[in-house]
């Protein structure tokens, strides 16, 4: 006599940050679901998550779509960075065409605090217009894809990012070449060193990356902080800031 053997529920989790690393690690070797983390493949040598891996571009909301069914994933968990916000549209249409539940996994913003000298702006152009009325030497952390926007500015630029950042850089500008997390002791002693007047940043979120932010209240240096992309919405689209939420929502939704 066969056995039928139950087929394993699929969850896809759209990855690439320090919450979908470990969201994986939590849910890897559940019984009865597969685990596949998807990163987008933009990074050389990205920390890879636990369990089962795909790296590289669905190629739009089609392909995604096309990739949910034939892989006859039951759940998405969107764990991406918050500005990647091109992924996050394409997963809230893919997923209202499969009919396939979807839920943003999206921590929480950064918060001014007493003492902090932070400038919001909406966009990198913004935050470039407003550059030469704050400092002379920014400190620039904004990842390597954008540093264009602040190309044609003559100001002095320490550009940290975890890879080289895309041309045009701006024309006195030195890269350094780091991945976090860091310390607040570290970034203290590198505005310092460096003689940052100025810091730019996103609000990324997160504690990786903090640290620049106290230091940079420390020693009174002002900070343009770019605002979240909003969150698109959609029927059945559920958000949640924890990776802790994260699992439940996936276990209760796959073995409730």
């Known amino acids: 006599m066969s056995v039928l053997t139950p087929h394993p529920s699929t969850l ?18 559940t019984p009865g679901m597969r685990v596949v983390s998807s990163l987008a493949g933009r990074v050389k040598a990205p920390s890879l998550p636990p369990g089962e891996v795909r790296i590289g571009g669905f190629g ?3 392909g995604l779509a096309q990739w949910l069914r034939d ?7 969107d764990a991406t960075h918050p500005f990647a916000a091109r992924i996050t549209a394409h997963a809230v249409r893919a997923c209202a065409m499969t009919a396939t539940p979807l839920l943003v996994l999206s921590r929480p913003g950064w918060t001014a605090g007493p003492g902090d000298l932070w400038h919001w702006v909406r966009d990198l152009d913004e935050a470039a217009r407003l550059l030469p009325d704050l400092g002379r030497r920014v400190f620039l952390t904004t990842g390597r894809q954008e540093v264009a926007a602040f190309a044609d500015l003559d100001l002095w630029f320490l550009v940290r990012s ?23 002791d570290g970034e203290r002693d590198l505005l310092e060193r460096h003689r940052i ?3 730019v940043t996103k609000d990324s979120g997160g504690i990786m990356t903090a640290a620049k932010l106290t230091a940079a209240r420390d020693v009174r240096v002002p900070v343009v902080v770019q605002r979240r992309p ?15 939420d994260a699992a439940a929502w996936a276990q209760q939704l796959l073995h409730g």
């Open 12 to 29: 896809l989790v759209l990855g690439g940050t320090g919450e979908a690393r470990r969201l994986a690690g939590v849910l890897v070797g």
């Open 60 to 62: 739009g909301t089609a």
């Open 71 to 77: 892989n006859r994933v039951d759940a998405v968990v």
């Open 162 to 184: 975890v890879e080289p950042p895309d041309p045009p850089v701006p024309r006195r500008c030195e890269v350094l070449l780091a991945r976090g997390p860091f310390t607040v």
């Open 197 to 199: 007047d100025v810091l």
């Open 230 to 244: 909003p969150l698109p919405s959609g029927p059945g689209v559920e958000r949640v800031e924890t990776v802790e």
